[in-house]
């Protein structure tokens, strides 16, 4: 198969992408991942005119740039347009038609109901009715619709009955690197390592991990909080977070290399969702986290991909978003009990690499191109 897919977002989906991108030329496509913002520009944005040149580059340059590559260059046999930017793939979908290139609608997060859930739109007025005439049409039109989860496609269809070809693969992660970095058991007084790493939005829950540290000071336990988003903002402004001491670290994103490593030394990863947003989304950080032997601490309803995925697996702990007391004894637990904890590291990461690295999903990726561009 020597056919041409293209993979498209208006910021770069970092490392899963990559690994996706190689493990598709692997089974023999020719592949590529395209995007206007780079990782450490996105990253970076921590100014008021950084953020804005962020969203101009997103929102407006992006959805342009995608348009006049299926108008002015040769087009590919496939392109894959993912959520991020969410009205990119309405964008190429009528030029995708035109020139008989399908179109993969990639699902990551479901408008308009994420503006409405995070408070960026008012629910039921004129632009929420139009922003969802318009993911209504992308369901209908779109040669495949590629979901996260069960859970998501399943709010998704009560919404949009409408959605052609729906399939479910996860996102998953690139863990060609933590393949021979199976978990080991903590030594002797080594204190456990809570991380949380990655981007901590308004779909995310702070509140709970805020409400630890007011009444409870690390003991036999480390959490540190890396990333970028609103959330990071309220942490920032926390006195129960300023005022933790040694045992709790607040800071940016890591860079490539640090990040490797920071994540093989983590016991346990911190994953949160806040109530509704287990309808919309899926935390892509599970699946790095899974790989790279860590324990899941999921904050987040029970009914949701997020929680189905720790708990098929014996990976770690669902906690419901506000509960403290059962925050607390989780992590109570995991100390008190470090067989039981190695032992779901082991169980993450057996399932990261068996379903969940894109080695395998990228078969799975392989079997819907091949329909599609055979079609």
């Not at 990863?269 to 919309?280: F, H, I, N, Q, S």
């Amino acid at each position: 198969m020597s056919a041409l897919v293209e993979v498209w977002s208006s910021v770069d989906l970092g490392s899963f992408a990559r690994g996706l991108i190689r493990e598709l030329e692997a089974l023999g496509w020719r592949a590529r991942h395209r995007f206007e913002v780079s990782d450490d520009t996105y990253r970076g944005a921590a100014s008021l005119p950084a953020r804005a040149r962020v969203r101009w580059s997103s929102y407006v340059s992006y959805p342009l740039h995608l348009r006049r590559r299926l108008r002015e260059e040769e087009p590919p046999d496939a392109i894959v347009v993912c959520t991020n930017t969410f009205y990119a793939p309405a964008v190429a979908l009528r030029d995708a038609r035109r020139l008989g290139v399908p179109l993969i609608h990639w699902v990551f997060d479901l408008f308009p109901e994420v503006l409405v859930h995070s408070g960026k739109l008012r629910p039921g007025g004129p632009s929420e009715r139009a922003l969802s005439a318009v993911t209504g049409a992308i369901f209908r039109d779109a040669a495949a619709n590629v979901f996260l989860g069960e859970k998501l496609l399943t709010h998704a269809r009560s919404r949009y009955p409408a959605i052609h070809n729906a399939v479910v693969i996860p996102v998953g992660a690139d863990g060609h690197e933590f393949t021979t970095a199976p978990p080991h058991p903590r030594g002797a007084n080594v204190p456990l390592r809570l991380l949380y790493c990655g981007n901590l939005g308004r779909m995310h829950d702070t509140r709970t991990i805020l409400g630890l540290l007011a009444r409870r000071r690390p003991q036999g336990w480390t959490m540190e909080l890396r990333g970028h988003g609103a959330g990071f903002r309220a942490f920032a402004a926390a006195p129960s977070v300023i005022g933790a001491g040694a045992g709790v670290v607040l800071g940016e994103g890591l860079p490539a290399d640090v990040w490797t490593a920071a994540m093989k030394d983590a016991d346990i990863a911190l994953v949160t969702m806040k109530p509704g947003a287990e309808r919309l989304v899926m935390p892509s950080k599970t699946y790095s986290a899974m790989v790279a032997g860590q324990a899941i601490l999921a904050i987040c309803p029970q009914d949701s991909d997020l929680a189905d995925t720790v708990t098929r697996h014996e990976a770690g702990w669902v906690v419901v978003p506000g509960d403290v007391d059962g925050l607390e004894a989780a992590i109570a637990d995991a100390v008190a009990d470090p067989a039981a904890l190695l032992a779901r590291r082991r169980n993450a990461f057996r399932a990261g690499h068996q379903l969940y690295d894109q080695r395998p999903l990228a078969t799975r990726w392989d079997g819907l191109l091949r329909s599609l561009v055979a079609g």
